[in-house]
């Protein structure tokens, strides 16, 4: 299986297999063998044998090797494409229409009609793949109408919200 990692220093293309693991594109061999408790194991690659652990963090995977301890956000292929999906889409104002970057579920309206938004504000958070992904606003302006509530389930591009200019 494919996997998207990242630890900081740059996003790197993961697959395992057994007996080997490929980095971005380059595949070497590996043995990971699993440990009896805490998410312990003993990884033999590159020639160096390392022992480990893996547990999982509110910000994916902390894996310790040899003593140093690392934040890893990994994602499979799918949410690592869901992601860039709902990241190409996320800039979602076309004119003034805040649309679904993608199909989901409306959780939270966090704006009524009528009220001054700015850059950056938040709209609306909706929910793709057990994952909550937050709209904001992409310019100022007032929130002339409201075309959701929280609960409804919507398409890719749906039309959600319709900033108008501010008010002078």
């Known amino acids: 299986m494919k996997y998207h990692a990242n630890s900081g220093g740059g996003e790197r293309l993961v697959e395992l297999s057994p007996g080997e693991v490929t980095l971005d594109g380059v595949s070497e061999p590996c043995e990971l063998e699993s440990l009896a408790t805490g998410g312990r194991f003993l990884l033999r690659f590159r020639g160096r044998m ?25 994602e499979d292929e799918r949410a690592h494409h869901i992601r860039e999906l709902a990241a190409v889409s996320t800039p979602m104002a076309l004119g003034s229409e805040i649309r679904a970057p993608m199909p989901g579920l409306i959780v939270r309206v966090t704006v009524e009609e ?8 938040s709209l609306v958070v909706m929910e793709a793949m057990k994952m ?36 002078t």
Not at 50 to 74: A, K, N
Not at 138 to 165: F, N, W
């Open 132 to 167: 909550e992904n937050e709209l904001r606003a992409e310019s100022a302006g007032v929130v002339s109408e409201i075309h959701v509530r929280q609960g409804a389930t919507v398409d890719r591009d749906d039309l959600l919200i319709t900033i108008g200019p501010e008010n």
């Open 114 to 121: 009528g009220r001054s938004v700015d850059v950056g504000e």
């Open 50 to 74: 390392v022992h480990g652990y893996g547990l999982r963090s509110s910000r994916g995977w902390e894996i310790g090797l040899d003593g140093r301890v690392f934040e890893v956000r990994v």
